[in-house]
DNA sequence: GCCAACGTTGGC
DNA sequence: GCCAACGTTGGC
């Protein structure tokens, strides 16, 4: 099993719409290495930490479960959505999803201030500084790291 | 709202 | 294939 890290808005997309509506398409991933991790890596039933960005308290904040494996994501042929891509057809699409769904909330955010202050997470892409990508990988070892910390 | 970092685009 | 311009991300 593979262990993962998935950055959402909260004002677009937050840890408490996923728990009301249980599982979602993880749509609008518009970057190439986040789509190969998406479609390449992930397999049914990896963990997922569930990361809120550009907001106040930045960090994770629950954790969730891959539920499906990757597909074409339909807002990429829908010209009237923000993630339309002229670029991509229904023979070759361009951009793939996986469902999520949700496991758990922690009982609190794990912010990213405490993440950085974390020797033993120095090497996590999340804290390295300009990284900007919406969905990486986890270690095994950082995730049962990550885990304690709550 | 600012701005650094970074990815993508497009002219040449 | 280079690289400047541009757009986006995301912490602060």
Same mark, same amino acid.
């Given at each position: 099993m593979n262990y993962w890290l998935m950055k959402s808005e909260? &004002?677009?997309?937050s840890i408490d719409d996923l728990k009301k509506k249980g599982q979602e398409h993880w749509d609008g991933v518009r970057n190439y290495q986040a789509r190969n991790?998406? =479609? &390449? !890596?992930? =397999?049914? !039933? &990896?963990k997922i930490f569930?990361?809120?960005s550009n907001c106040a308290e930045p960090g994770i904040v629950g954790i969730a479960e891959v539920a499906t494996e990757a597909y074409p994501d339909a807002s990429q042929f829908d010209p009237?959505?923000?993630y339309f891509d002229p670029g991509a057809s229904h023979d070759k699409p361009r951009w793939m999803l996986v469902d999520v769904k949700f496991v758990k909330k922690l009982k609190r955010t794990i912010s990213l201030k405490e993440l950085q202050a974390e020797p033993a997470l120095a090497e996590m892409p999340l804290v390295k500084k300009g990284n900007r990508?919406?969905?990486m990988p986890v270690s095994a070892a950082d995730w049962r790291h990550i885990v304690g910390m709550e």
């Amino acid at each position: 099993m593979n262990y993962w890290l998935m950055k959402s808005e909260p &004002d677009a997309f937050s840890i408490d719409d996923l728990k009301k509506k249980g599982q979602e398409h993880w749509d609008g991933v518009r970057n190439y290495q986040a789509r190969n991790y998406m =479609r &390449d !890596g992930m =397999r049914v !039933g &990896d963990k997922i930490f569930f990361y809120h960005s550009n907001c106040a308290e930045p960090g994770i904040v629950g954790i969730a479960e891959v539920a499906t494996e990757a597909y074409p994501d339909a807002s990429q042929f829908d010209p009237k959505s923000n993630y339309f891509d002229p670029g991509a057809s229904h023979d070759k699409p361009r951009w793939m999803l996986v469902d999520v769904k949700f496991v758990k909330k922690l009982k609190r955010t794990i912010s990213l201030k405490e993440l950085q202050a974390e020797p033993a997470l120095a090497e996590m892409p999340l804290v390295k500084k300009g990284n900007r990508l919406s969905v990486m990988p986890v270690s095994a070892a950082d995730w049962r790291h990550i885990v304690g910390m709550e």
